[in-house]
Structures are given as C-alpha cells and as structure tokens.
C-alpha cells in the first residue's frame, strides 16, 4: 500500500490498541479494491478524547473505530447517533462526514449467526449482561427474534438489560435469570450466544457455560470469544452436534459494517476474513 498525499485515513481509537487485529482486516480491504485508504491504531488516554476527536475532524480523517474505554464517553462529542447505538448507549463506528456515531457490534454477531440460521421468530438466549450483551440483545429484538432470555450471574444487571430491551418495543417477550438456570433455558432455545469472557485465552480450560448434555442438535451456538477460536463452549456443542458460530466472525462482520458506513461500498469480505485468520494464526 502506497501512501500518498490523496490517501484517506480511518483508524481506531481506544486505550490499549496494540493488540487490535482490525488494522491488518481493513488494510487487507482497501488493498483488494485499490482503495487510497489506510487505517491506522491510535492510543487515546481517556483525559485526551474530546482533544483526538477535535483533532481527527480538523485533519480531515474518514472514520474511527472505537474501543474500550471511550465507547460511551465518546458519544458527547458527536453530533447524530444512529437509533440503535442510542439504544445501546454506546457506540464503536463514527463517520466523521457527519459525526455520527454507530454501534457495529450488534450487527456483526447478528450477521455472524444469520450465516448459519435466520434470527425471525427465533428463541434465543443470551449468557452475560455487559457492554457485549446488550449491543447485541438490541440488534436481536431489531432482527425479530421471539423472545430473547438474559441469563448472569448477577440478576439484577440481567434484569435491567432485559427491561431496557423491552421498553425499546422493538420485542415483546424478553426474560432474565441466573446463569445457574441455562440448562432449563435451552430445551426450547434456538440460539445460544454467549458473551461472557469465559474460555477467553489464556483461560482456556474454564468449565463451560453450558455442557453437551444441555443442548440439541438443532441448537445454533455463538460465542463472542474469538481467542481460542474454539472455546469450551463450542466444543461442547459440537459434541452436541449442535451448530456452532464462532467469535471471528463478529470480529469480521462488525468490522464490514463500519468498512461499508466510512466508505459506501460494499467491503471484500473473504479477503478481511483471510487477514483476520493470519492475524489470529488460525487455518
């Protein structure tokens, strides 16, 4: 990729970046479309936010991701936020054309499981009530799911993510519960997402959410974690010969959705999913 005086600059925000695998995905896609684009990680202390978004504006940057810790913070220096990421209460994608803010996240773990099943009229349950969580329970109400049960292990956070996704009507039927209960939950379930950090590299030999024993084989099973790419939950439904999904797909599809807001065109999938792979070492 040539630098030149015409190339436009995205990037990422966020407090660490070194270890973020999107750089290699976007660059990887602008390379395939010959687009003059290059996305580059900057570290933002939390003190400097409102100064790096000022900045970015005045030198005339495309587009940011966003990561921890300014997902929420950074909505004050916006000046529209889609209707979802409102919702969410936290954005990861702006488009400085307009200093909109978006929330990808949602939308990525959506698309990662429409690849194997539709979200209509599904049952799904959802493990985890954090940011990850909720980004993703708006987007499954918005895709028309059923009903969507919120299990964690502190109810009361389950319980208020699950009210806050009913009162957006977007859903008619949401419920919380302990984790404790997930087995109870999956005997009708359709879908299984979850979004603890359980299985998380380097603890890869966490007990599992839920075993084999609890699933089906119709069960679709997503897990946020992309590092093992096979978690100990997804090993347990393969077990199951139930259907997996895994992490490095939201990672990808989150990372085509802000590809598509910051430039209009629709973005070459299957090469950001090959750097994404050689990034992660994954076959």
């Keep these: 990729m040539k630098i030149k005086g015409s190339t436009n600059i995205v990037g990422l925000i966020?407090?660490?970046?070194?270890?973020?695998?999107?750089?290699?995905m976007h660059n990887a896609a602008f390379k395939k479309l010959n687009m003059d684009y290059a996305y580059v990680a900057f570290d933002v202390d939390p003190s400097n936010l409102k100064t790096a978004i000022d900045g970015a504006r005045a030198l005339n940057v495309k587009g940011f991701n966003v990561t921890i810790p300014h997902k929420i913070h950074v909505m004050e220096y916006l000046d529209e936020i889609d209707e979802v990421a409102g919702l969410i209460g936290a954005v990861n994608t702006i488009d400085f054309k307009n200093m909109k803010g978006y929330n990808t996240d949602g939308i990525?773990?959506?698309?990662?499981?429409?690849?194997?099943?539709?979200?209509k009229n599904k049952n799904v349950v959802i493990a985890g009530a954090g940011g990850a969580s909720r980004a993703i329970s708006f987007y499954i109400a918005k895709y028309g799911a059923d009903k969507l049960t919120i299990?964690?292990?502190?109810?009361?956070?389950?319980?208020?993510?699950?009210?806050?996704v009913l009162n957006s009507n977007l859903i008619g039927n949401?419920?919380?519960?302990?984790?404790?209960?997930?087995?109870?939950?999956?005997?009708d379930a359709?879908?299984?997402i979850d979004t603890t950090p359980i299985g998380m590299h380097p603890n890869?030999?966490?007990e599992a959410i839920a075993k084999s024993e609890d699933m089906h084989s119709d069960l679709v099973v997503f897990d946020a974690v992309y590092n093992p790419n096979?978690?100990?939950l997804l090993k347990e439904a393969i077990k199951a010969q139930a259907k997996p999904v895994y992490g490095i797909k939201m990672l990808l599809y989150q990372g085509a959705e802000s590809f598509k807001i910051w430039t209009g065109q629709e973005p070459?999938?299957?090469?950001?999913?090959?750097?994404l792979r050689e990034t992660l070492k994954l076959q």
């Design 14 to 24: 966020g407090h660490p970046v070194e270890h973020s695998f999107s750089p290699p």
């Design 108 to 119: 990525g773990a959506v698309k990662a499981i429409e690849e194997v099943t539709s979200i």
């Design 151 to 164: 299990l964690n292990r502190n109810v009361e956070k389950a319980q208020n993510l699950a009210n806050d």
């Design 174 to 187: 949401v419920a919380a519960d302990s984790i404790g209960k997930i087995s109870n939950c999956l005997n």
């Design 190 to 192: 359709d879908i299984l």
């Design 204 to 206: 890869i030999d966490d």
């Design 230 to 232: 096979e978690t100990v």
């Design 268 to 275: 070459p999938v299957d090469e950001m999913e090959k750097a």
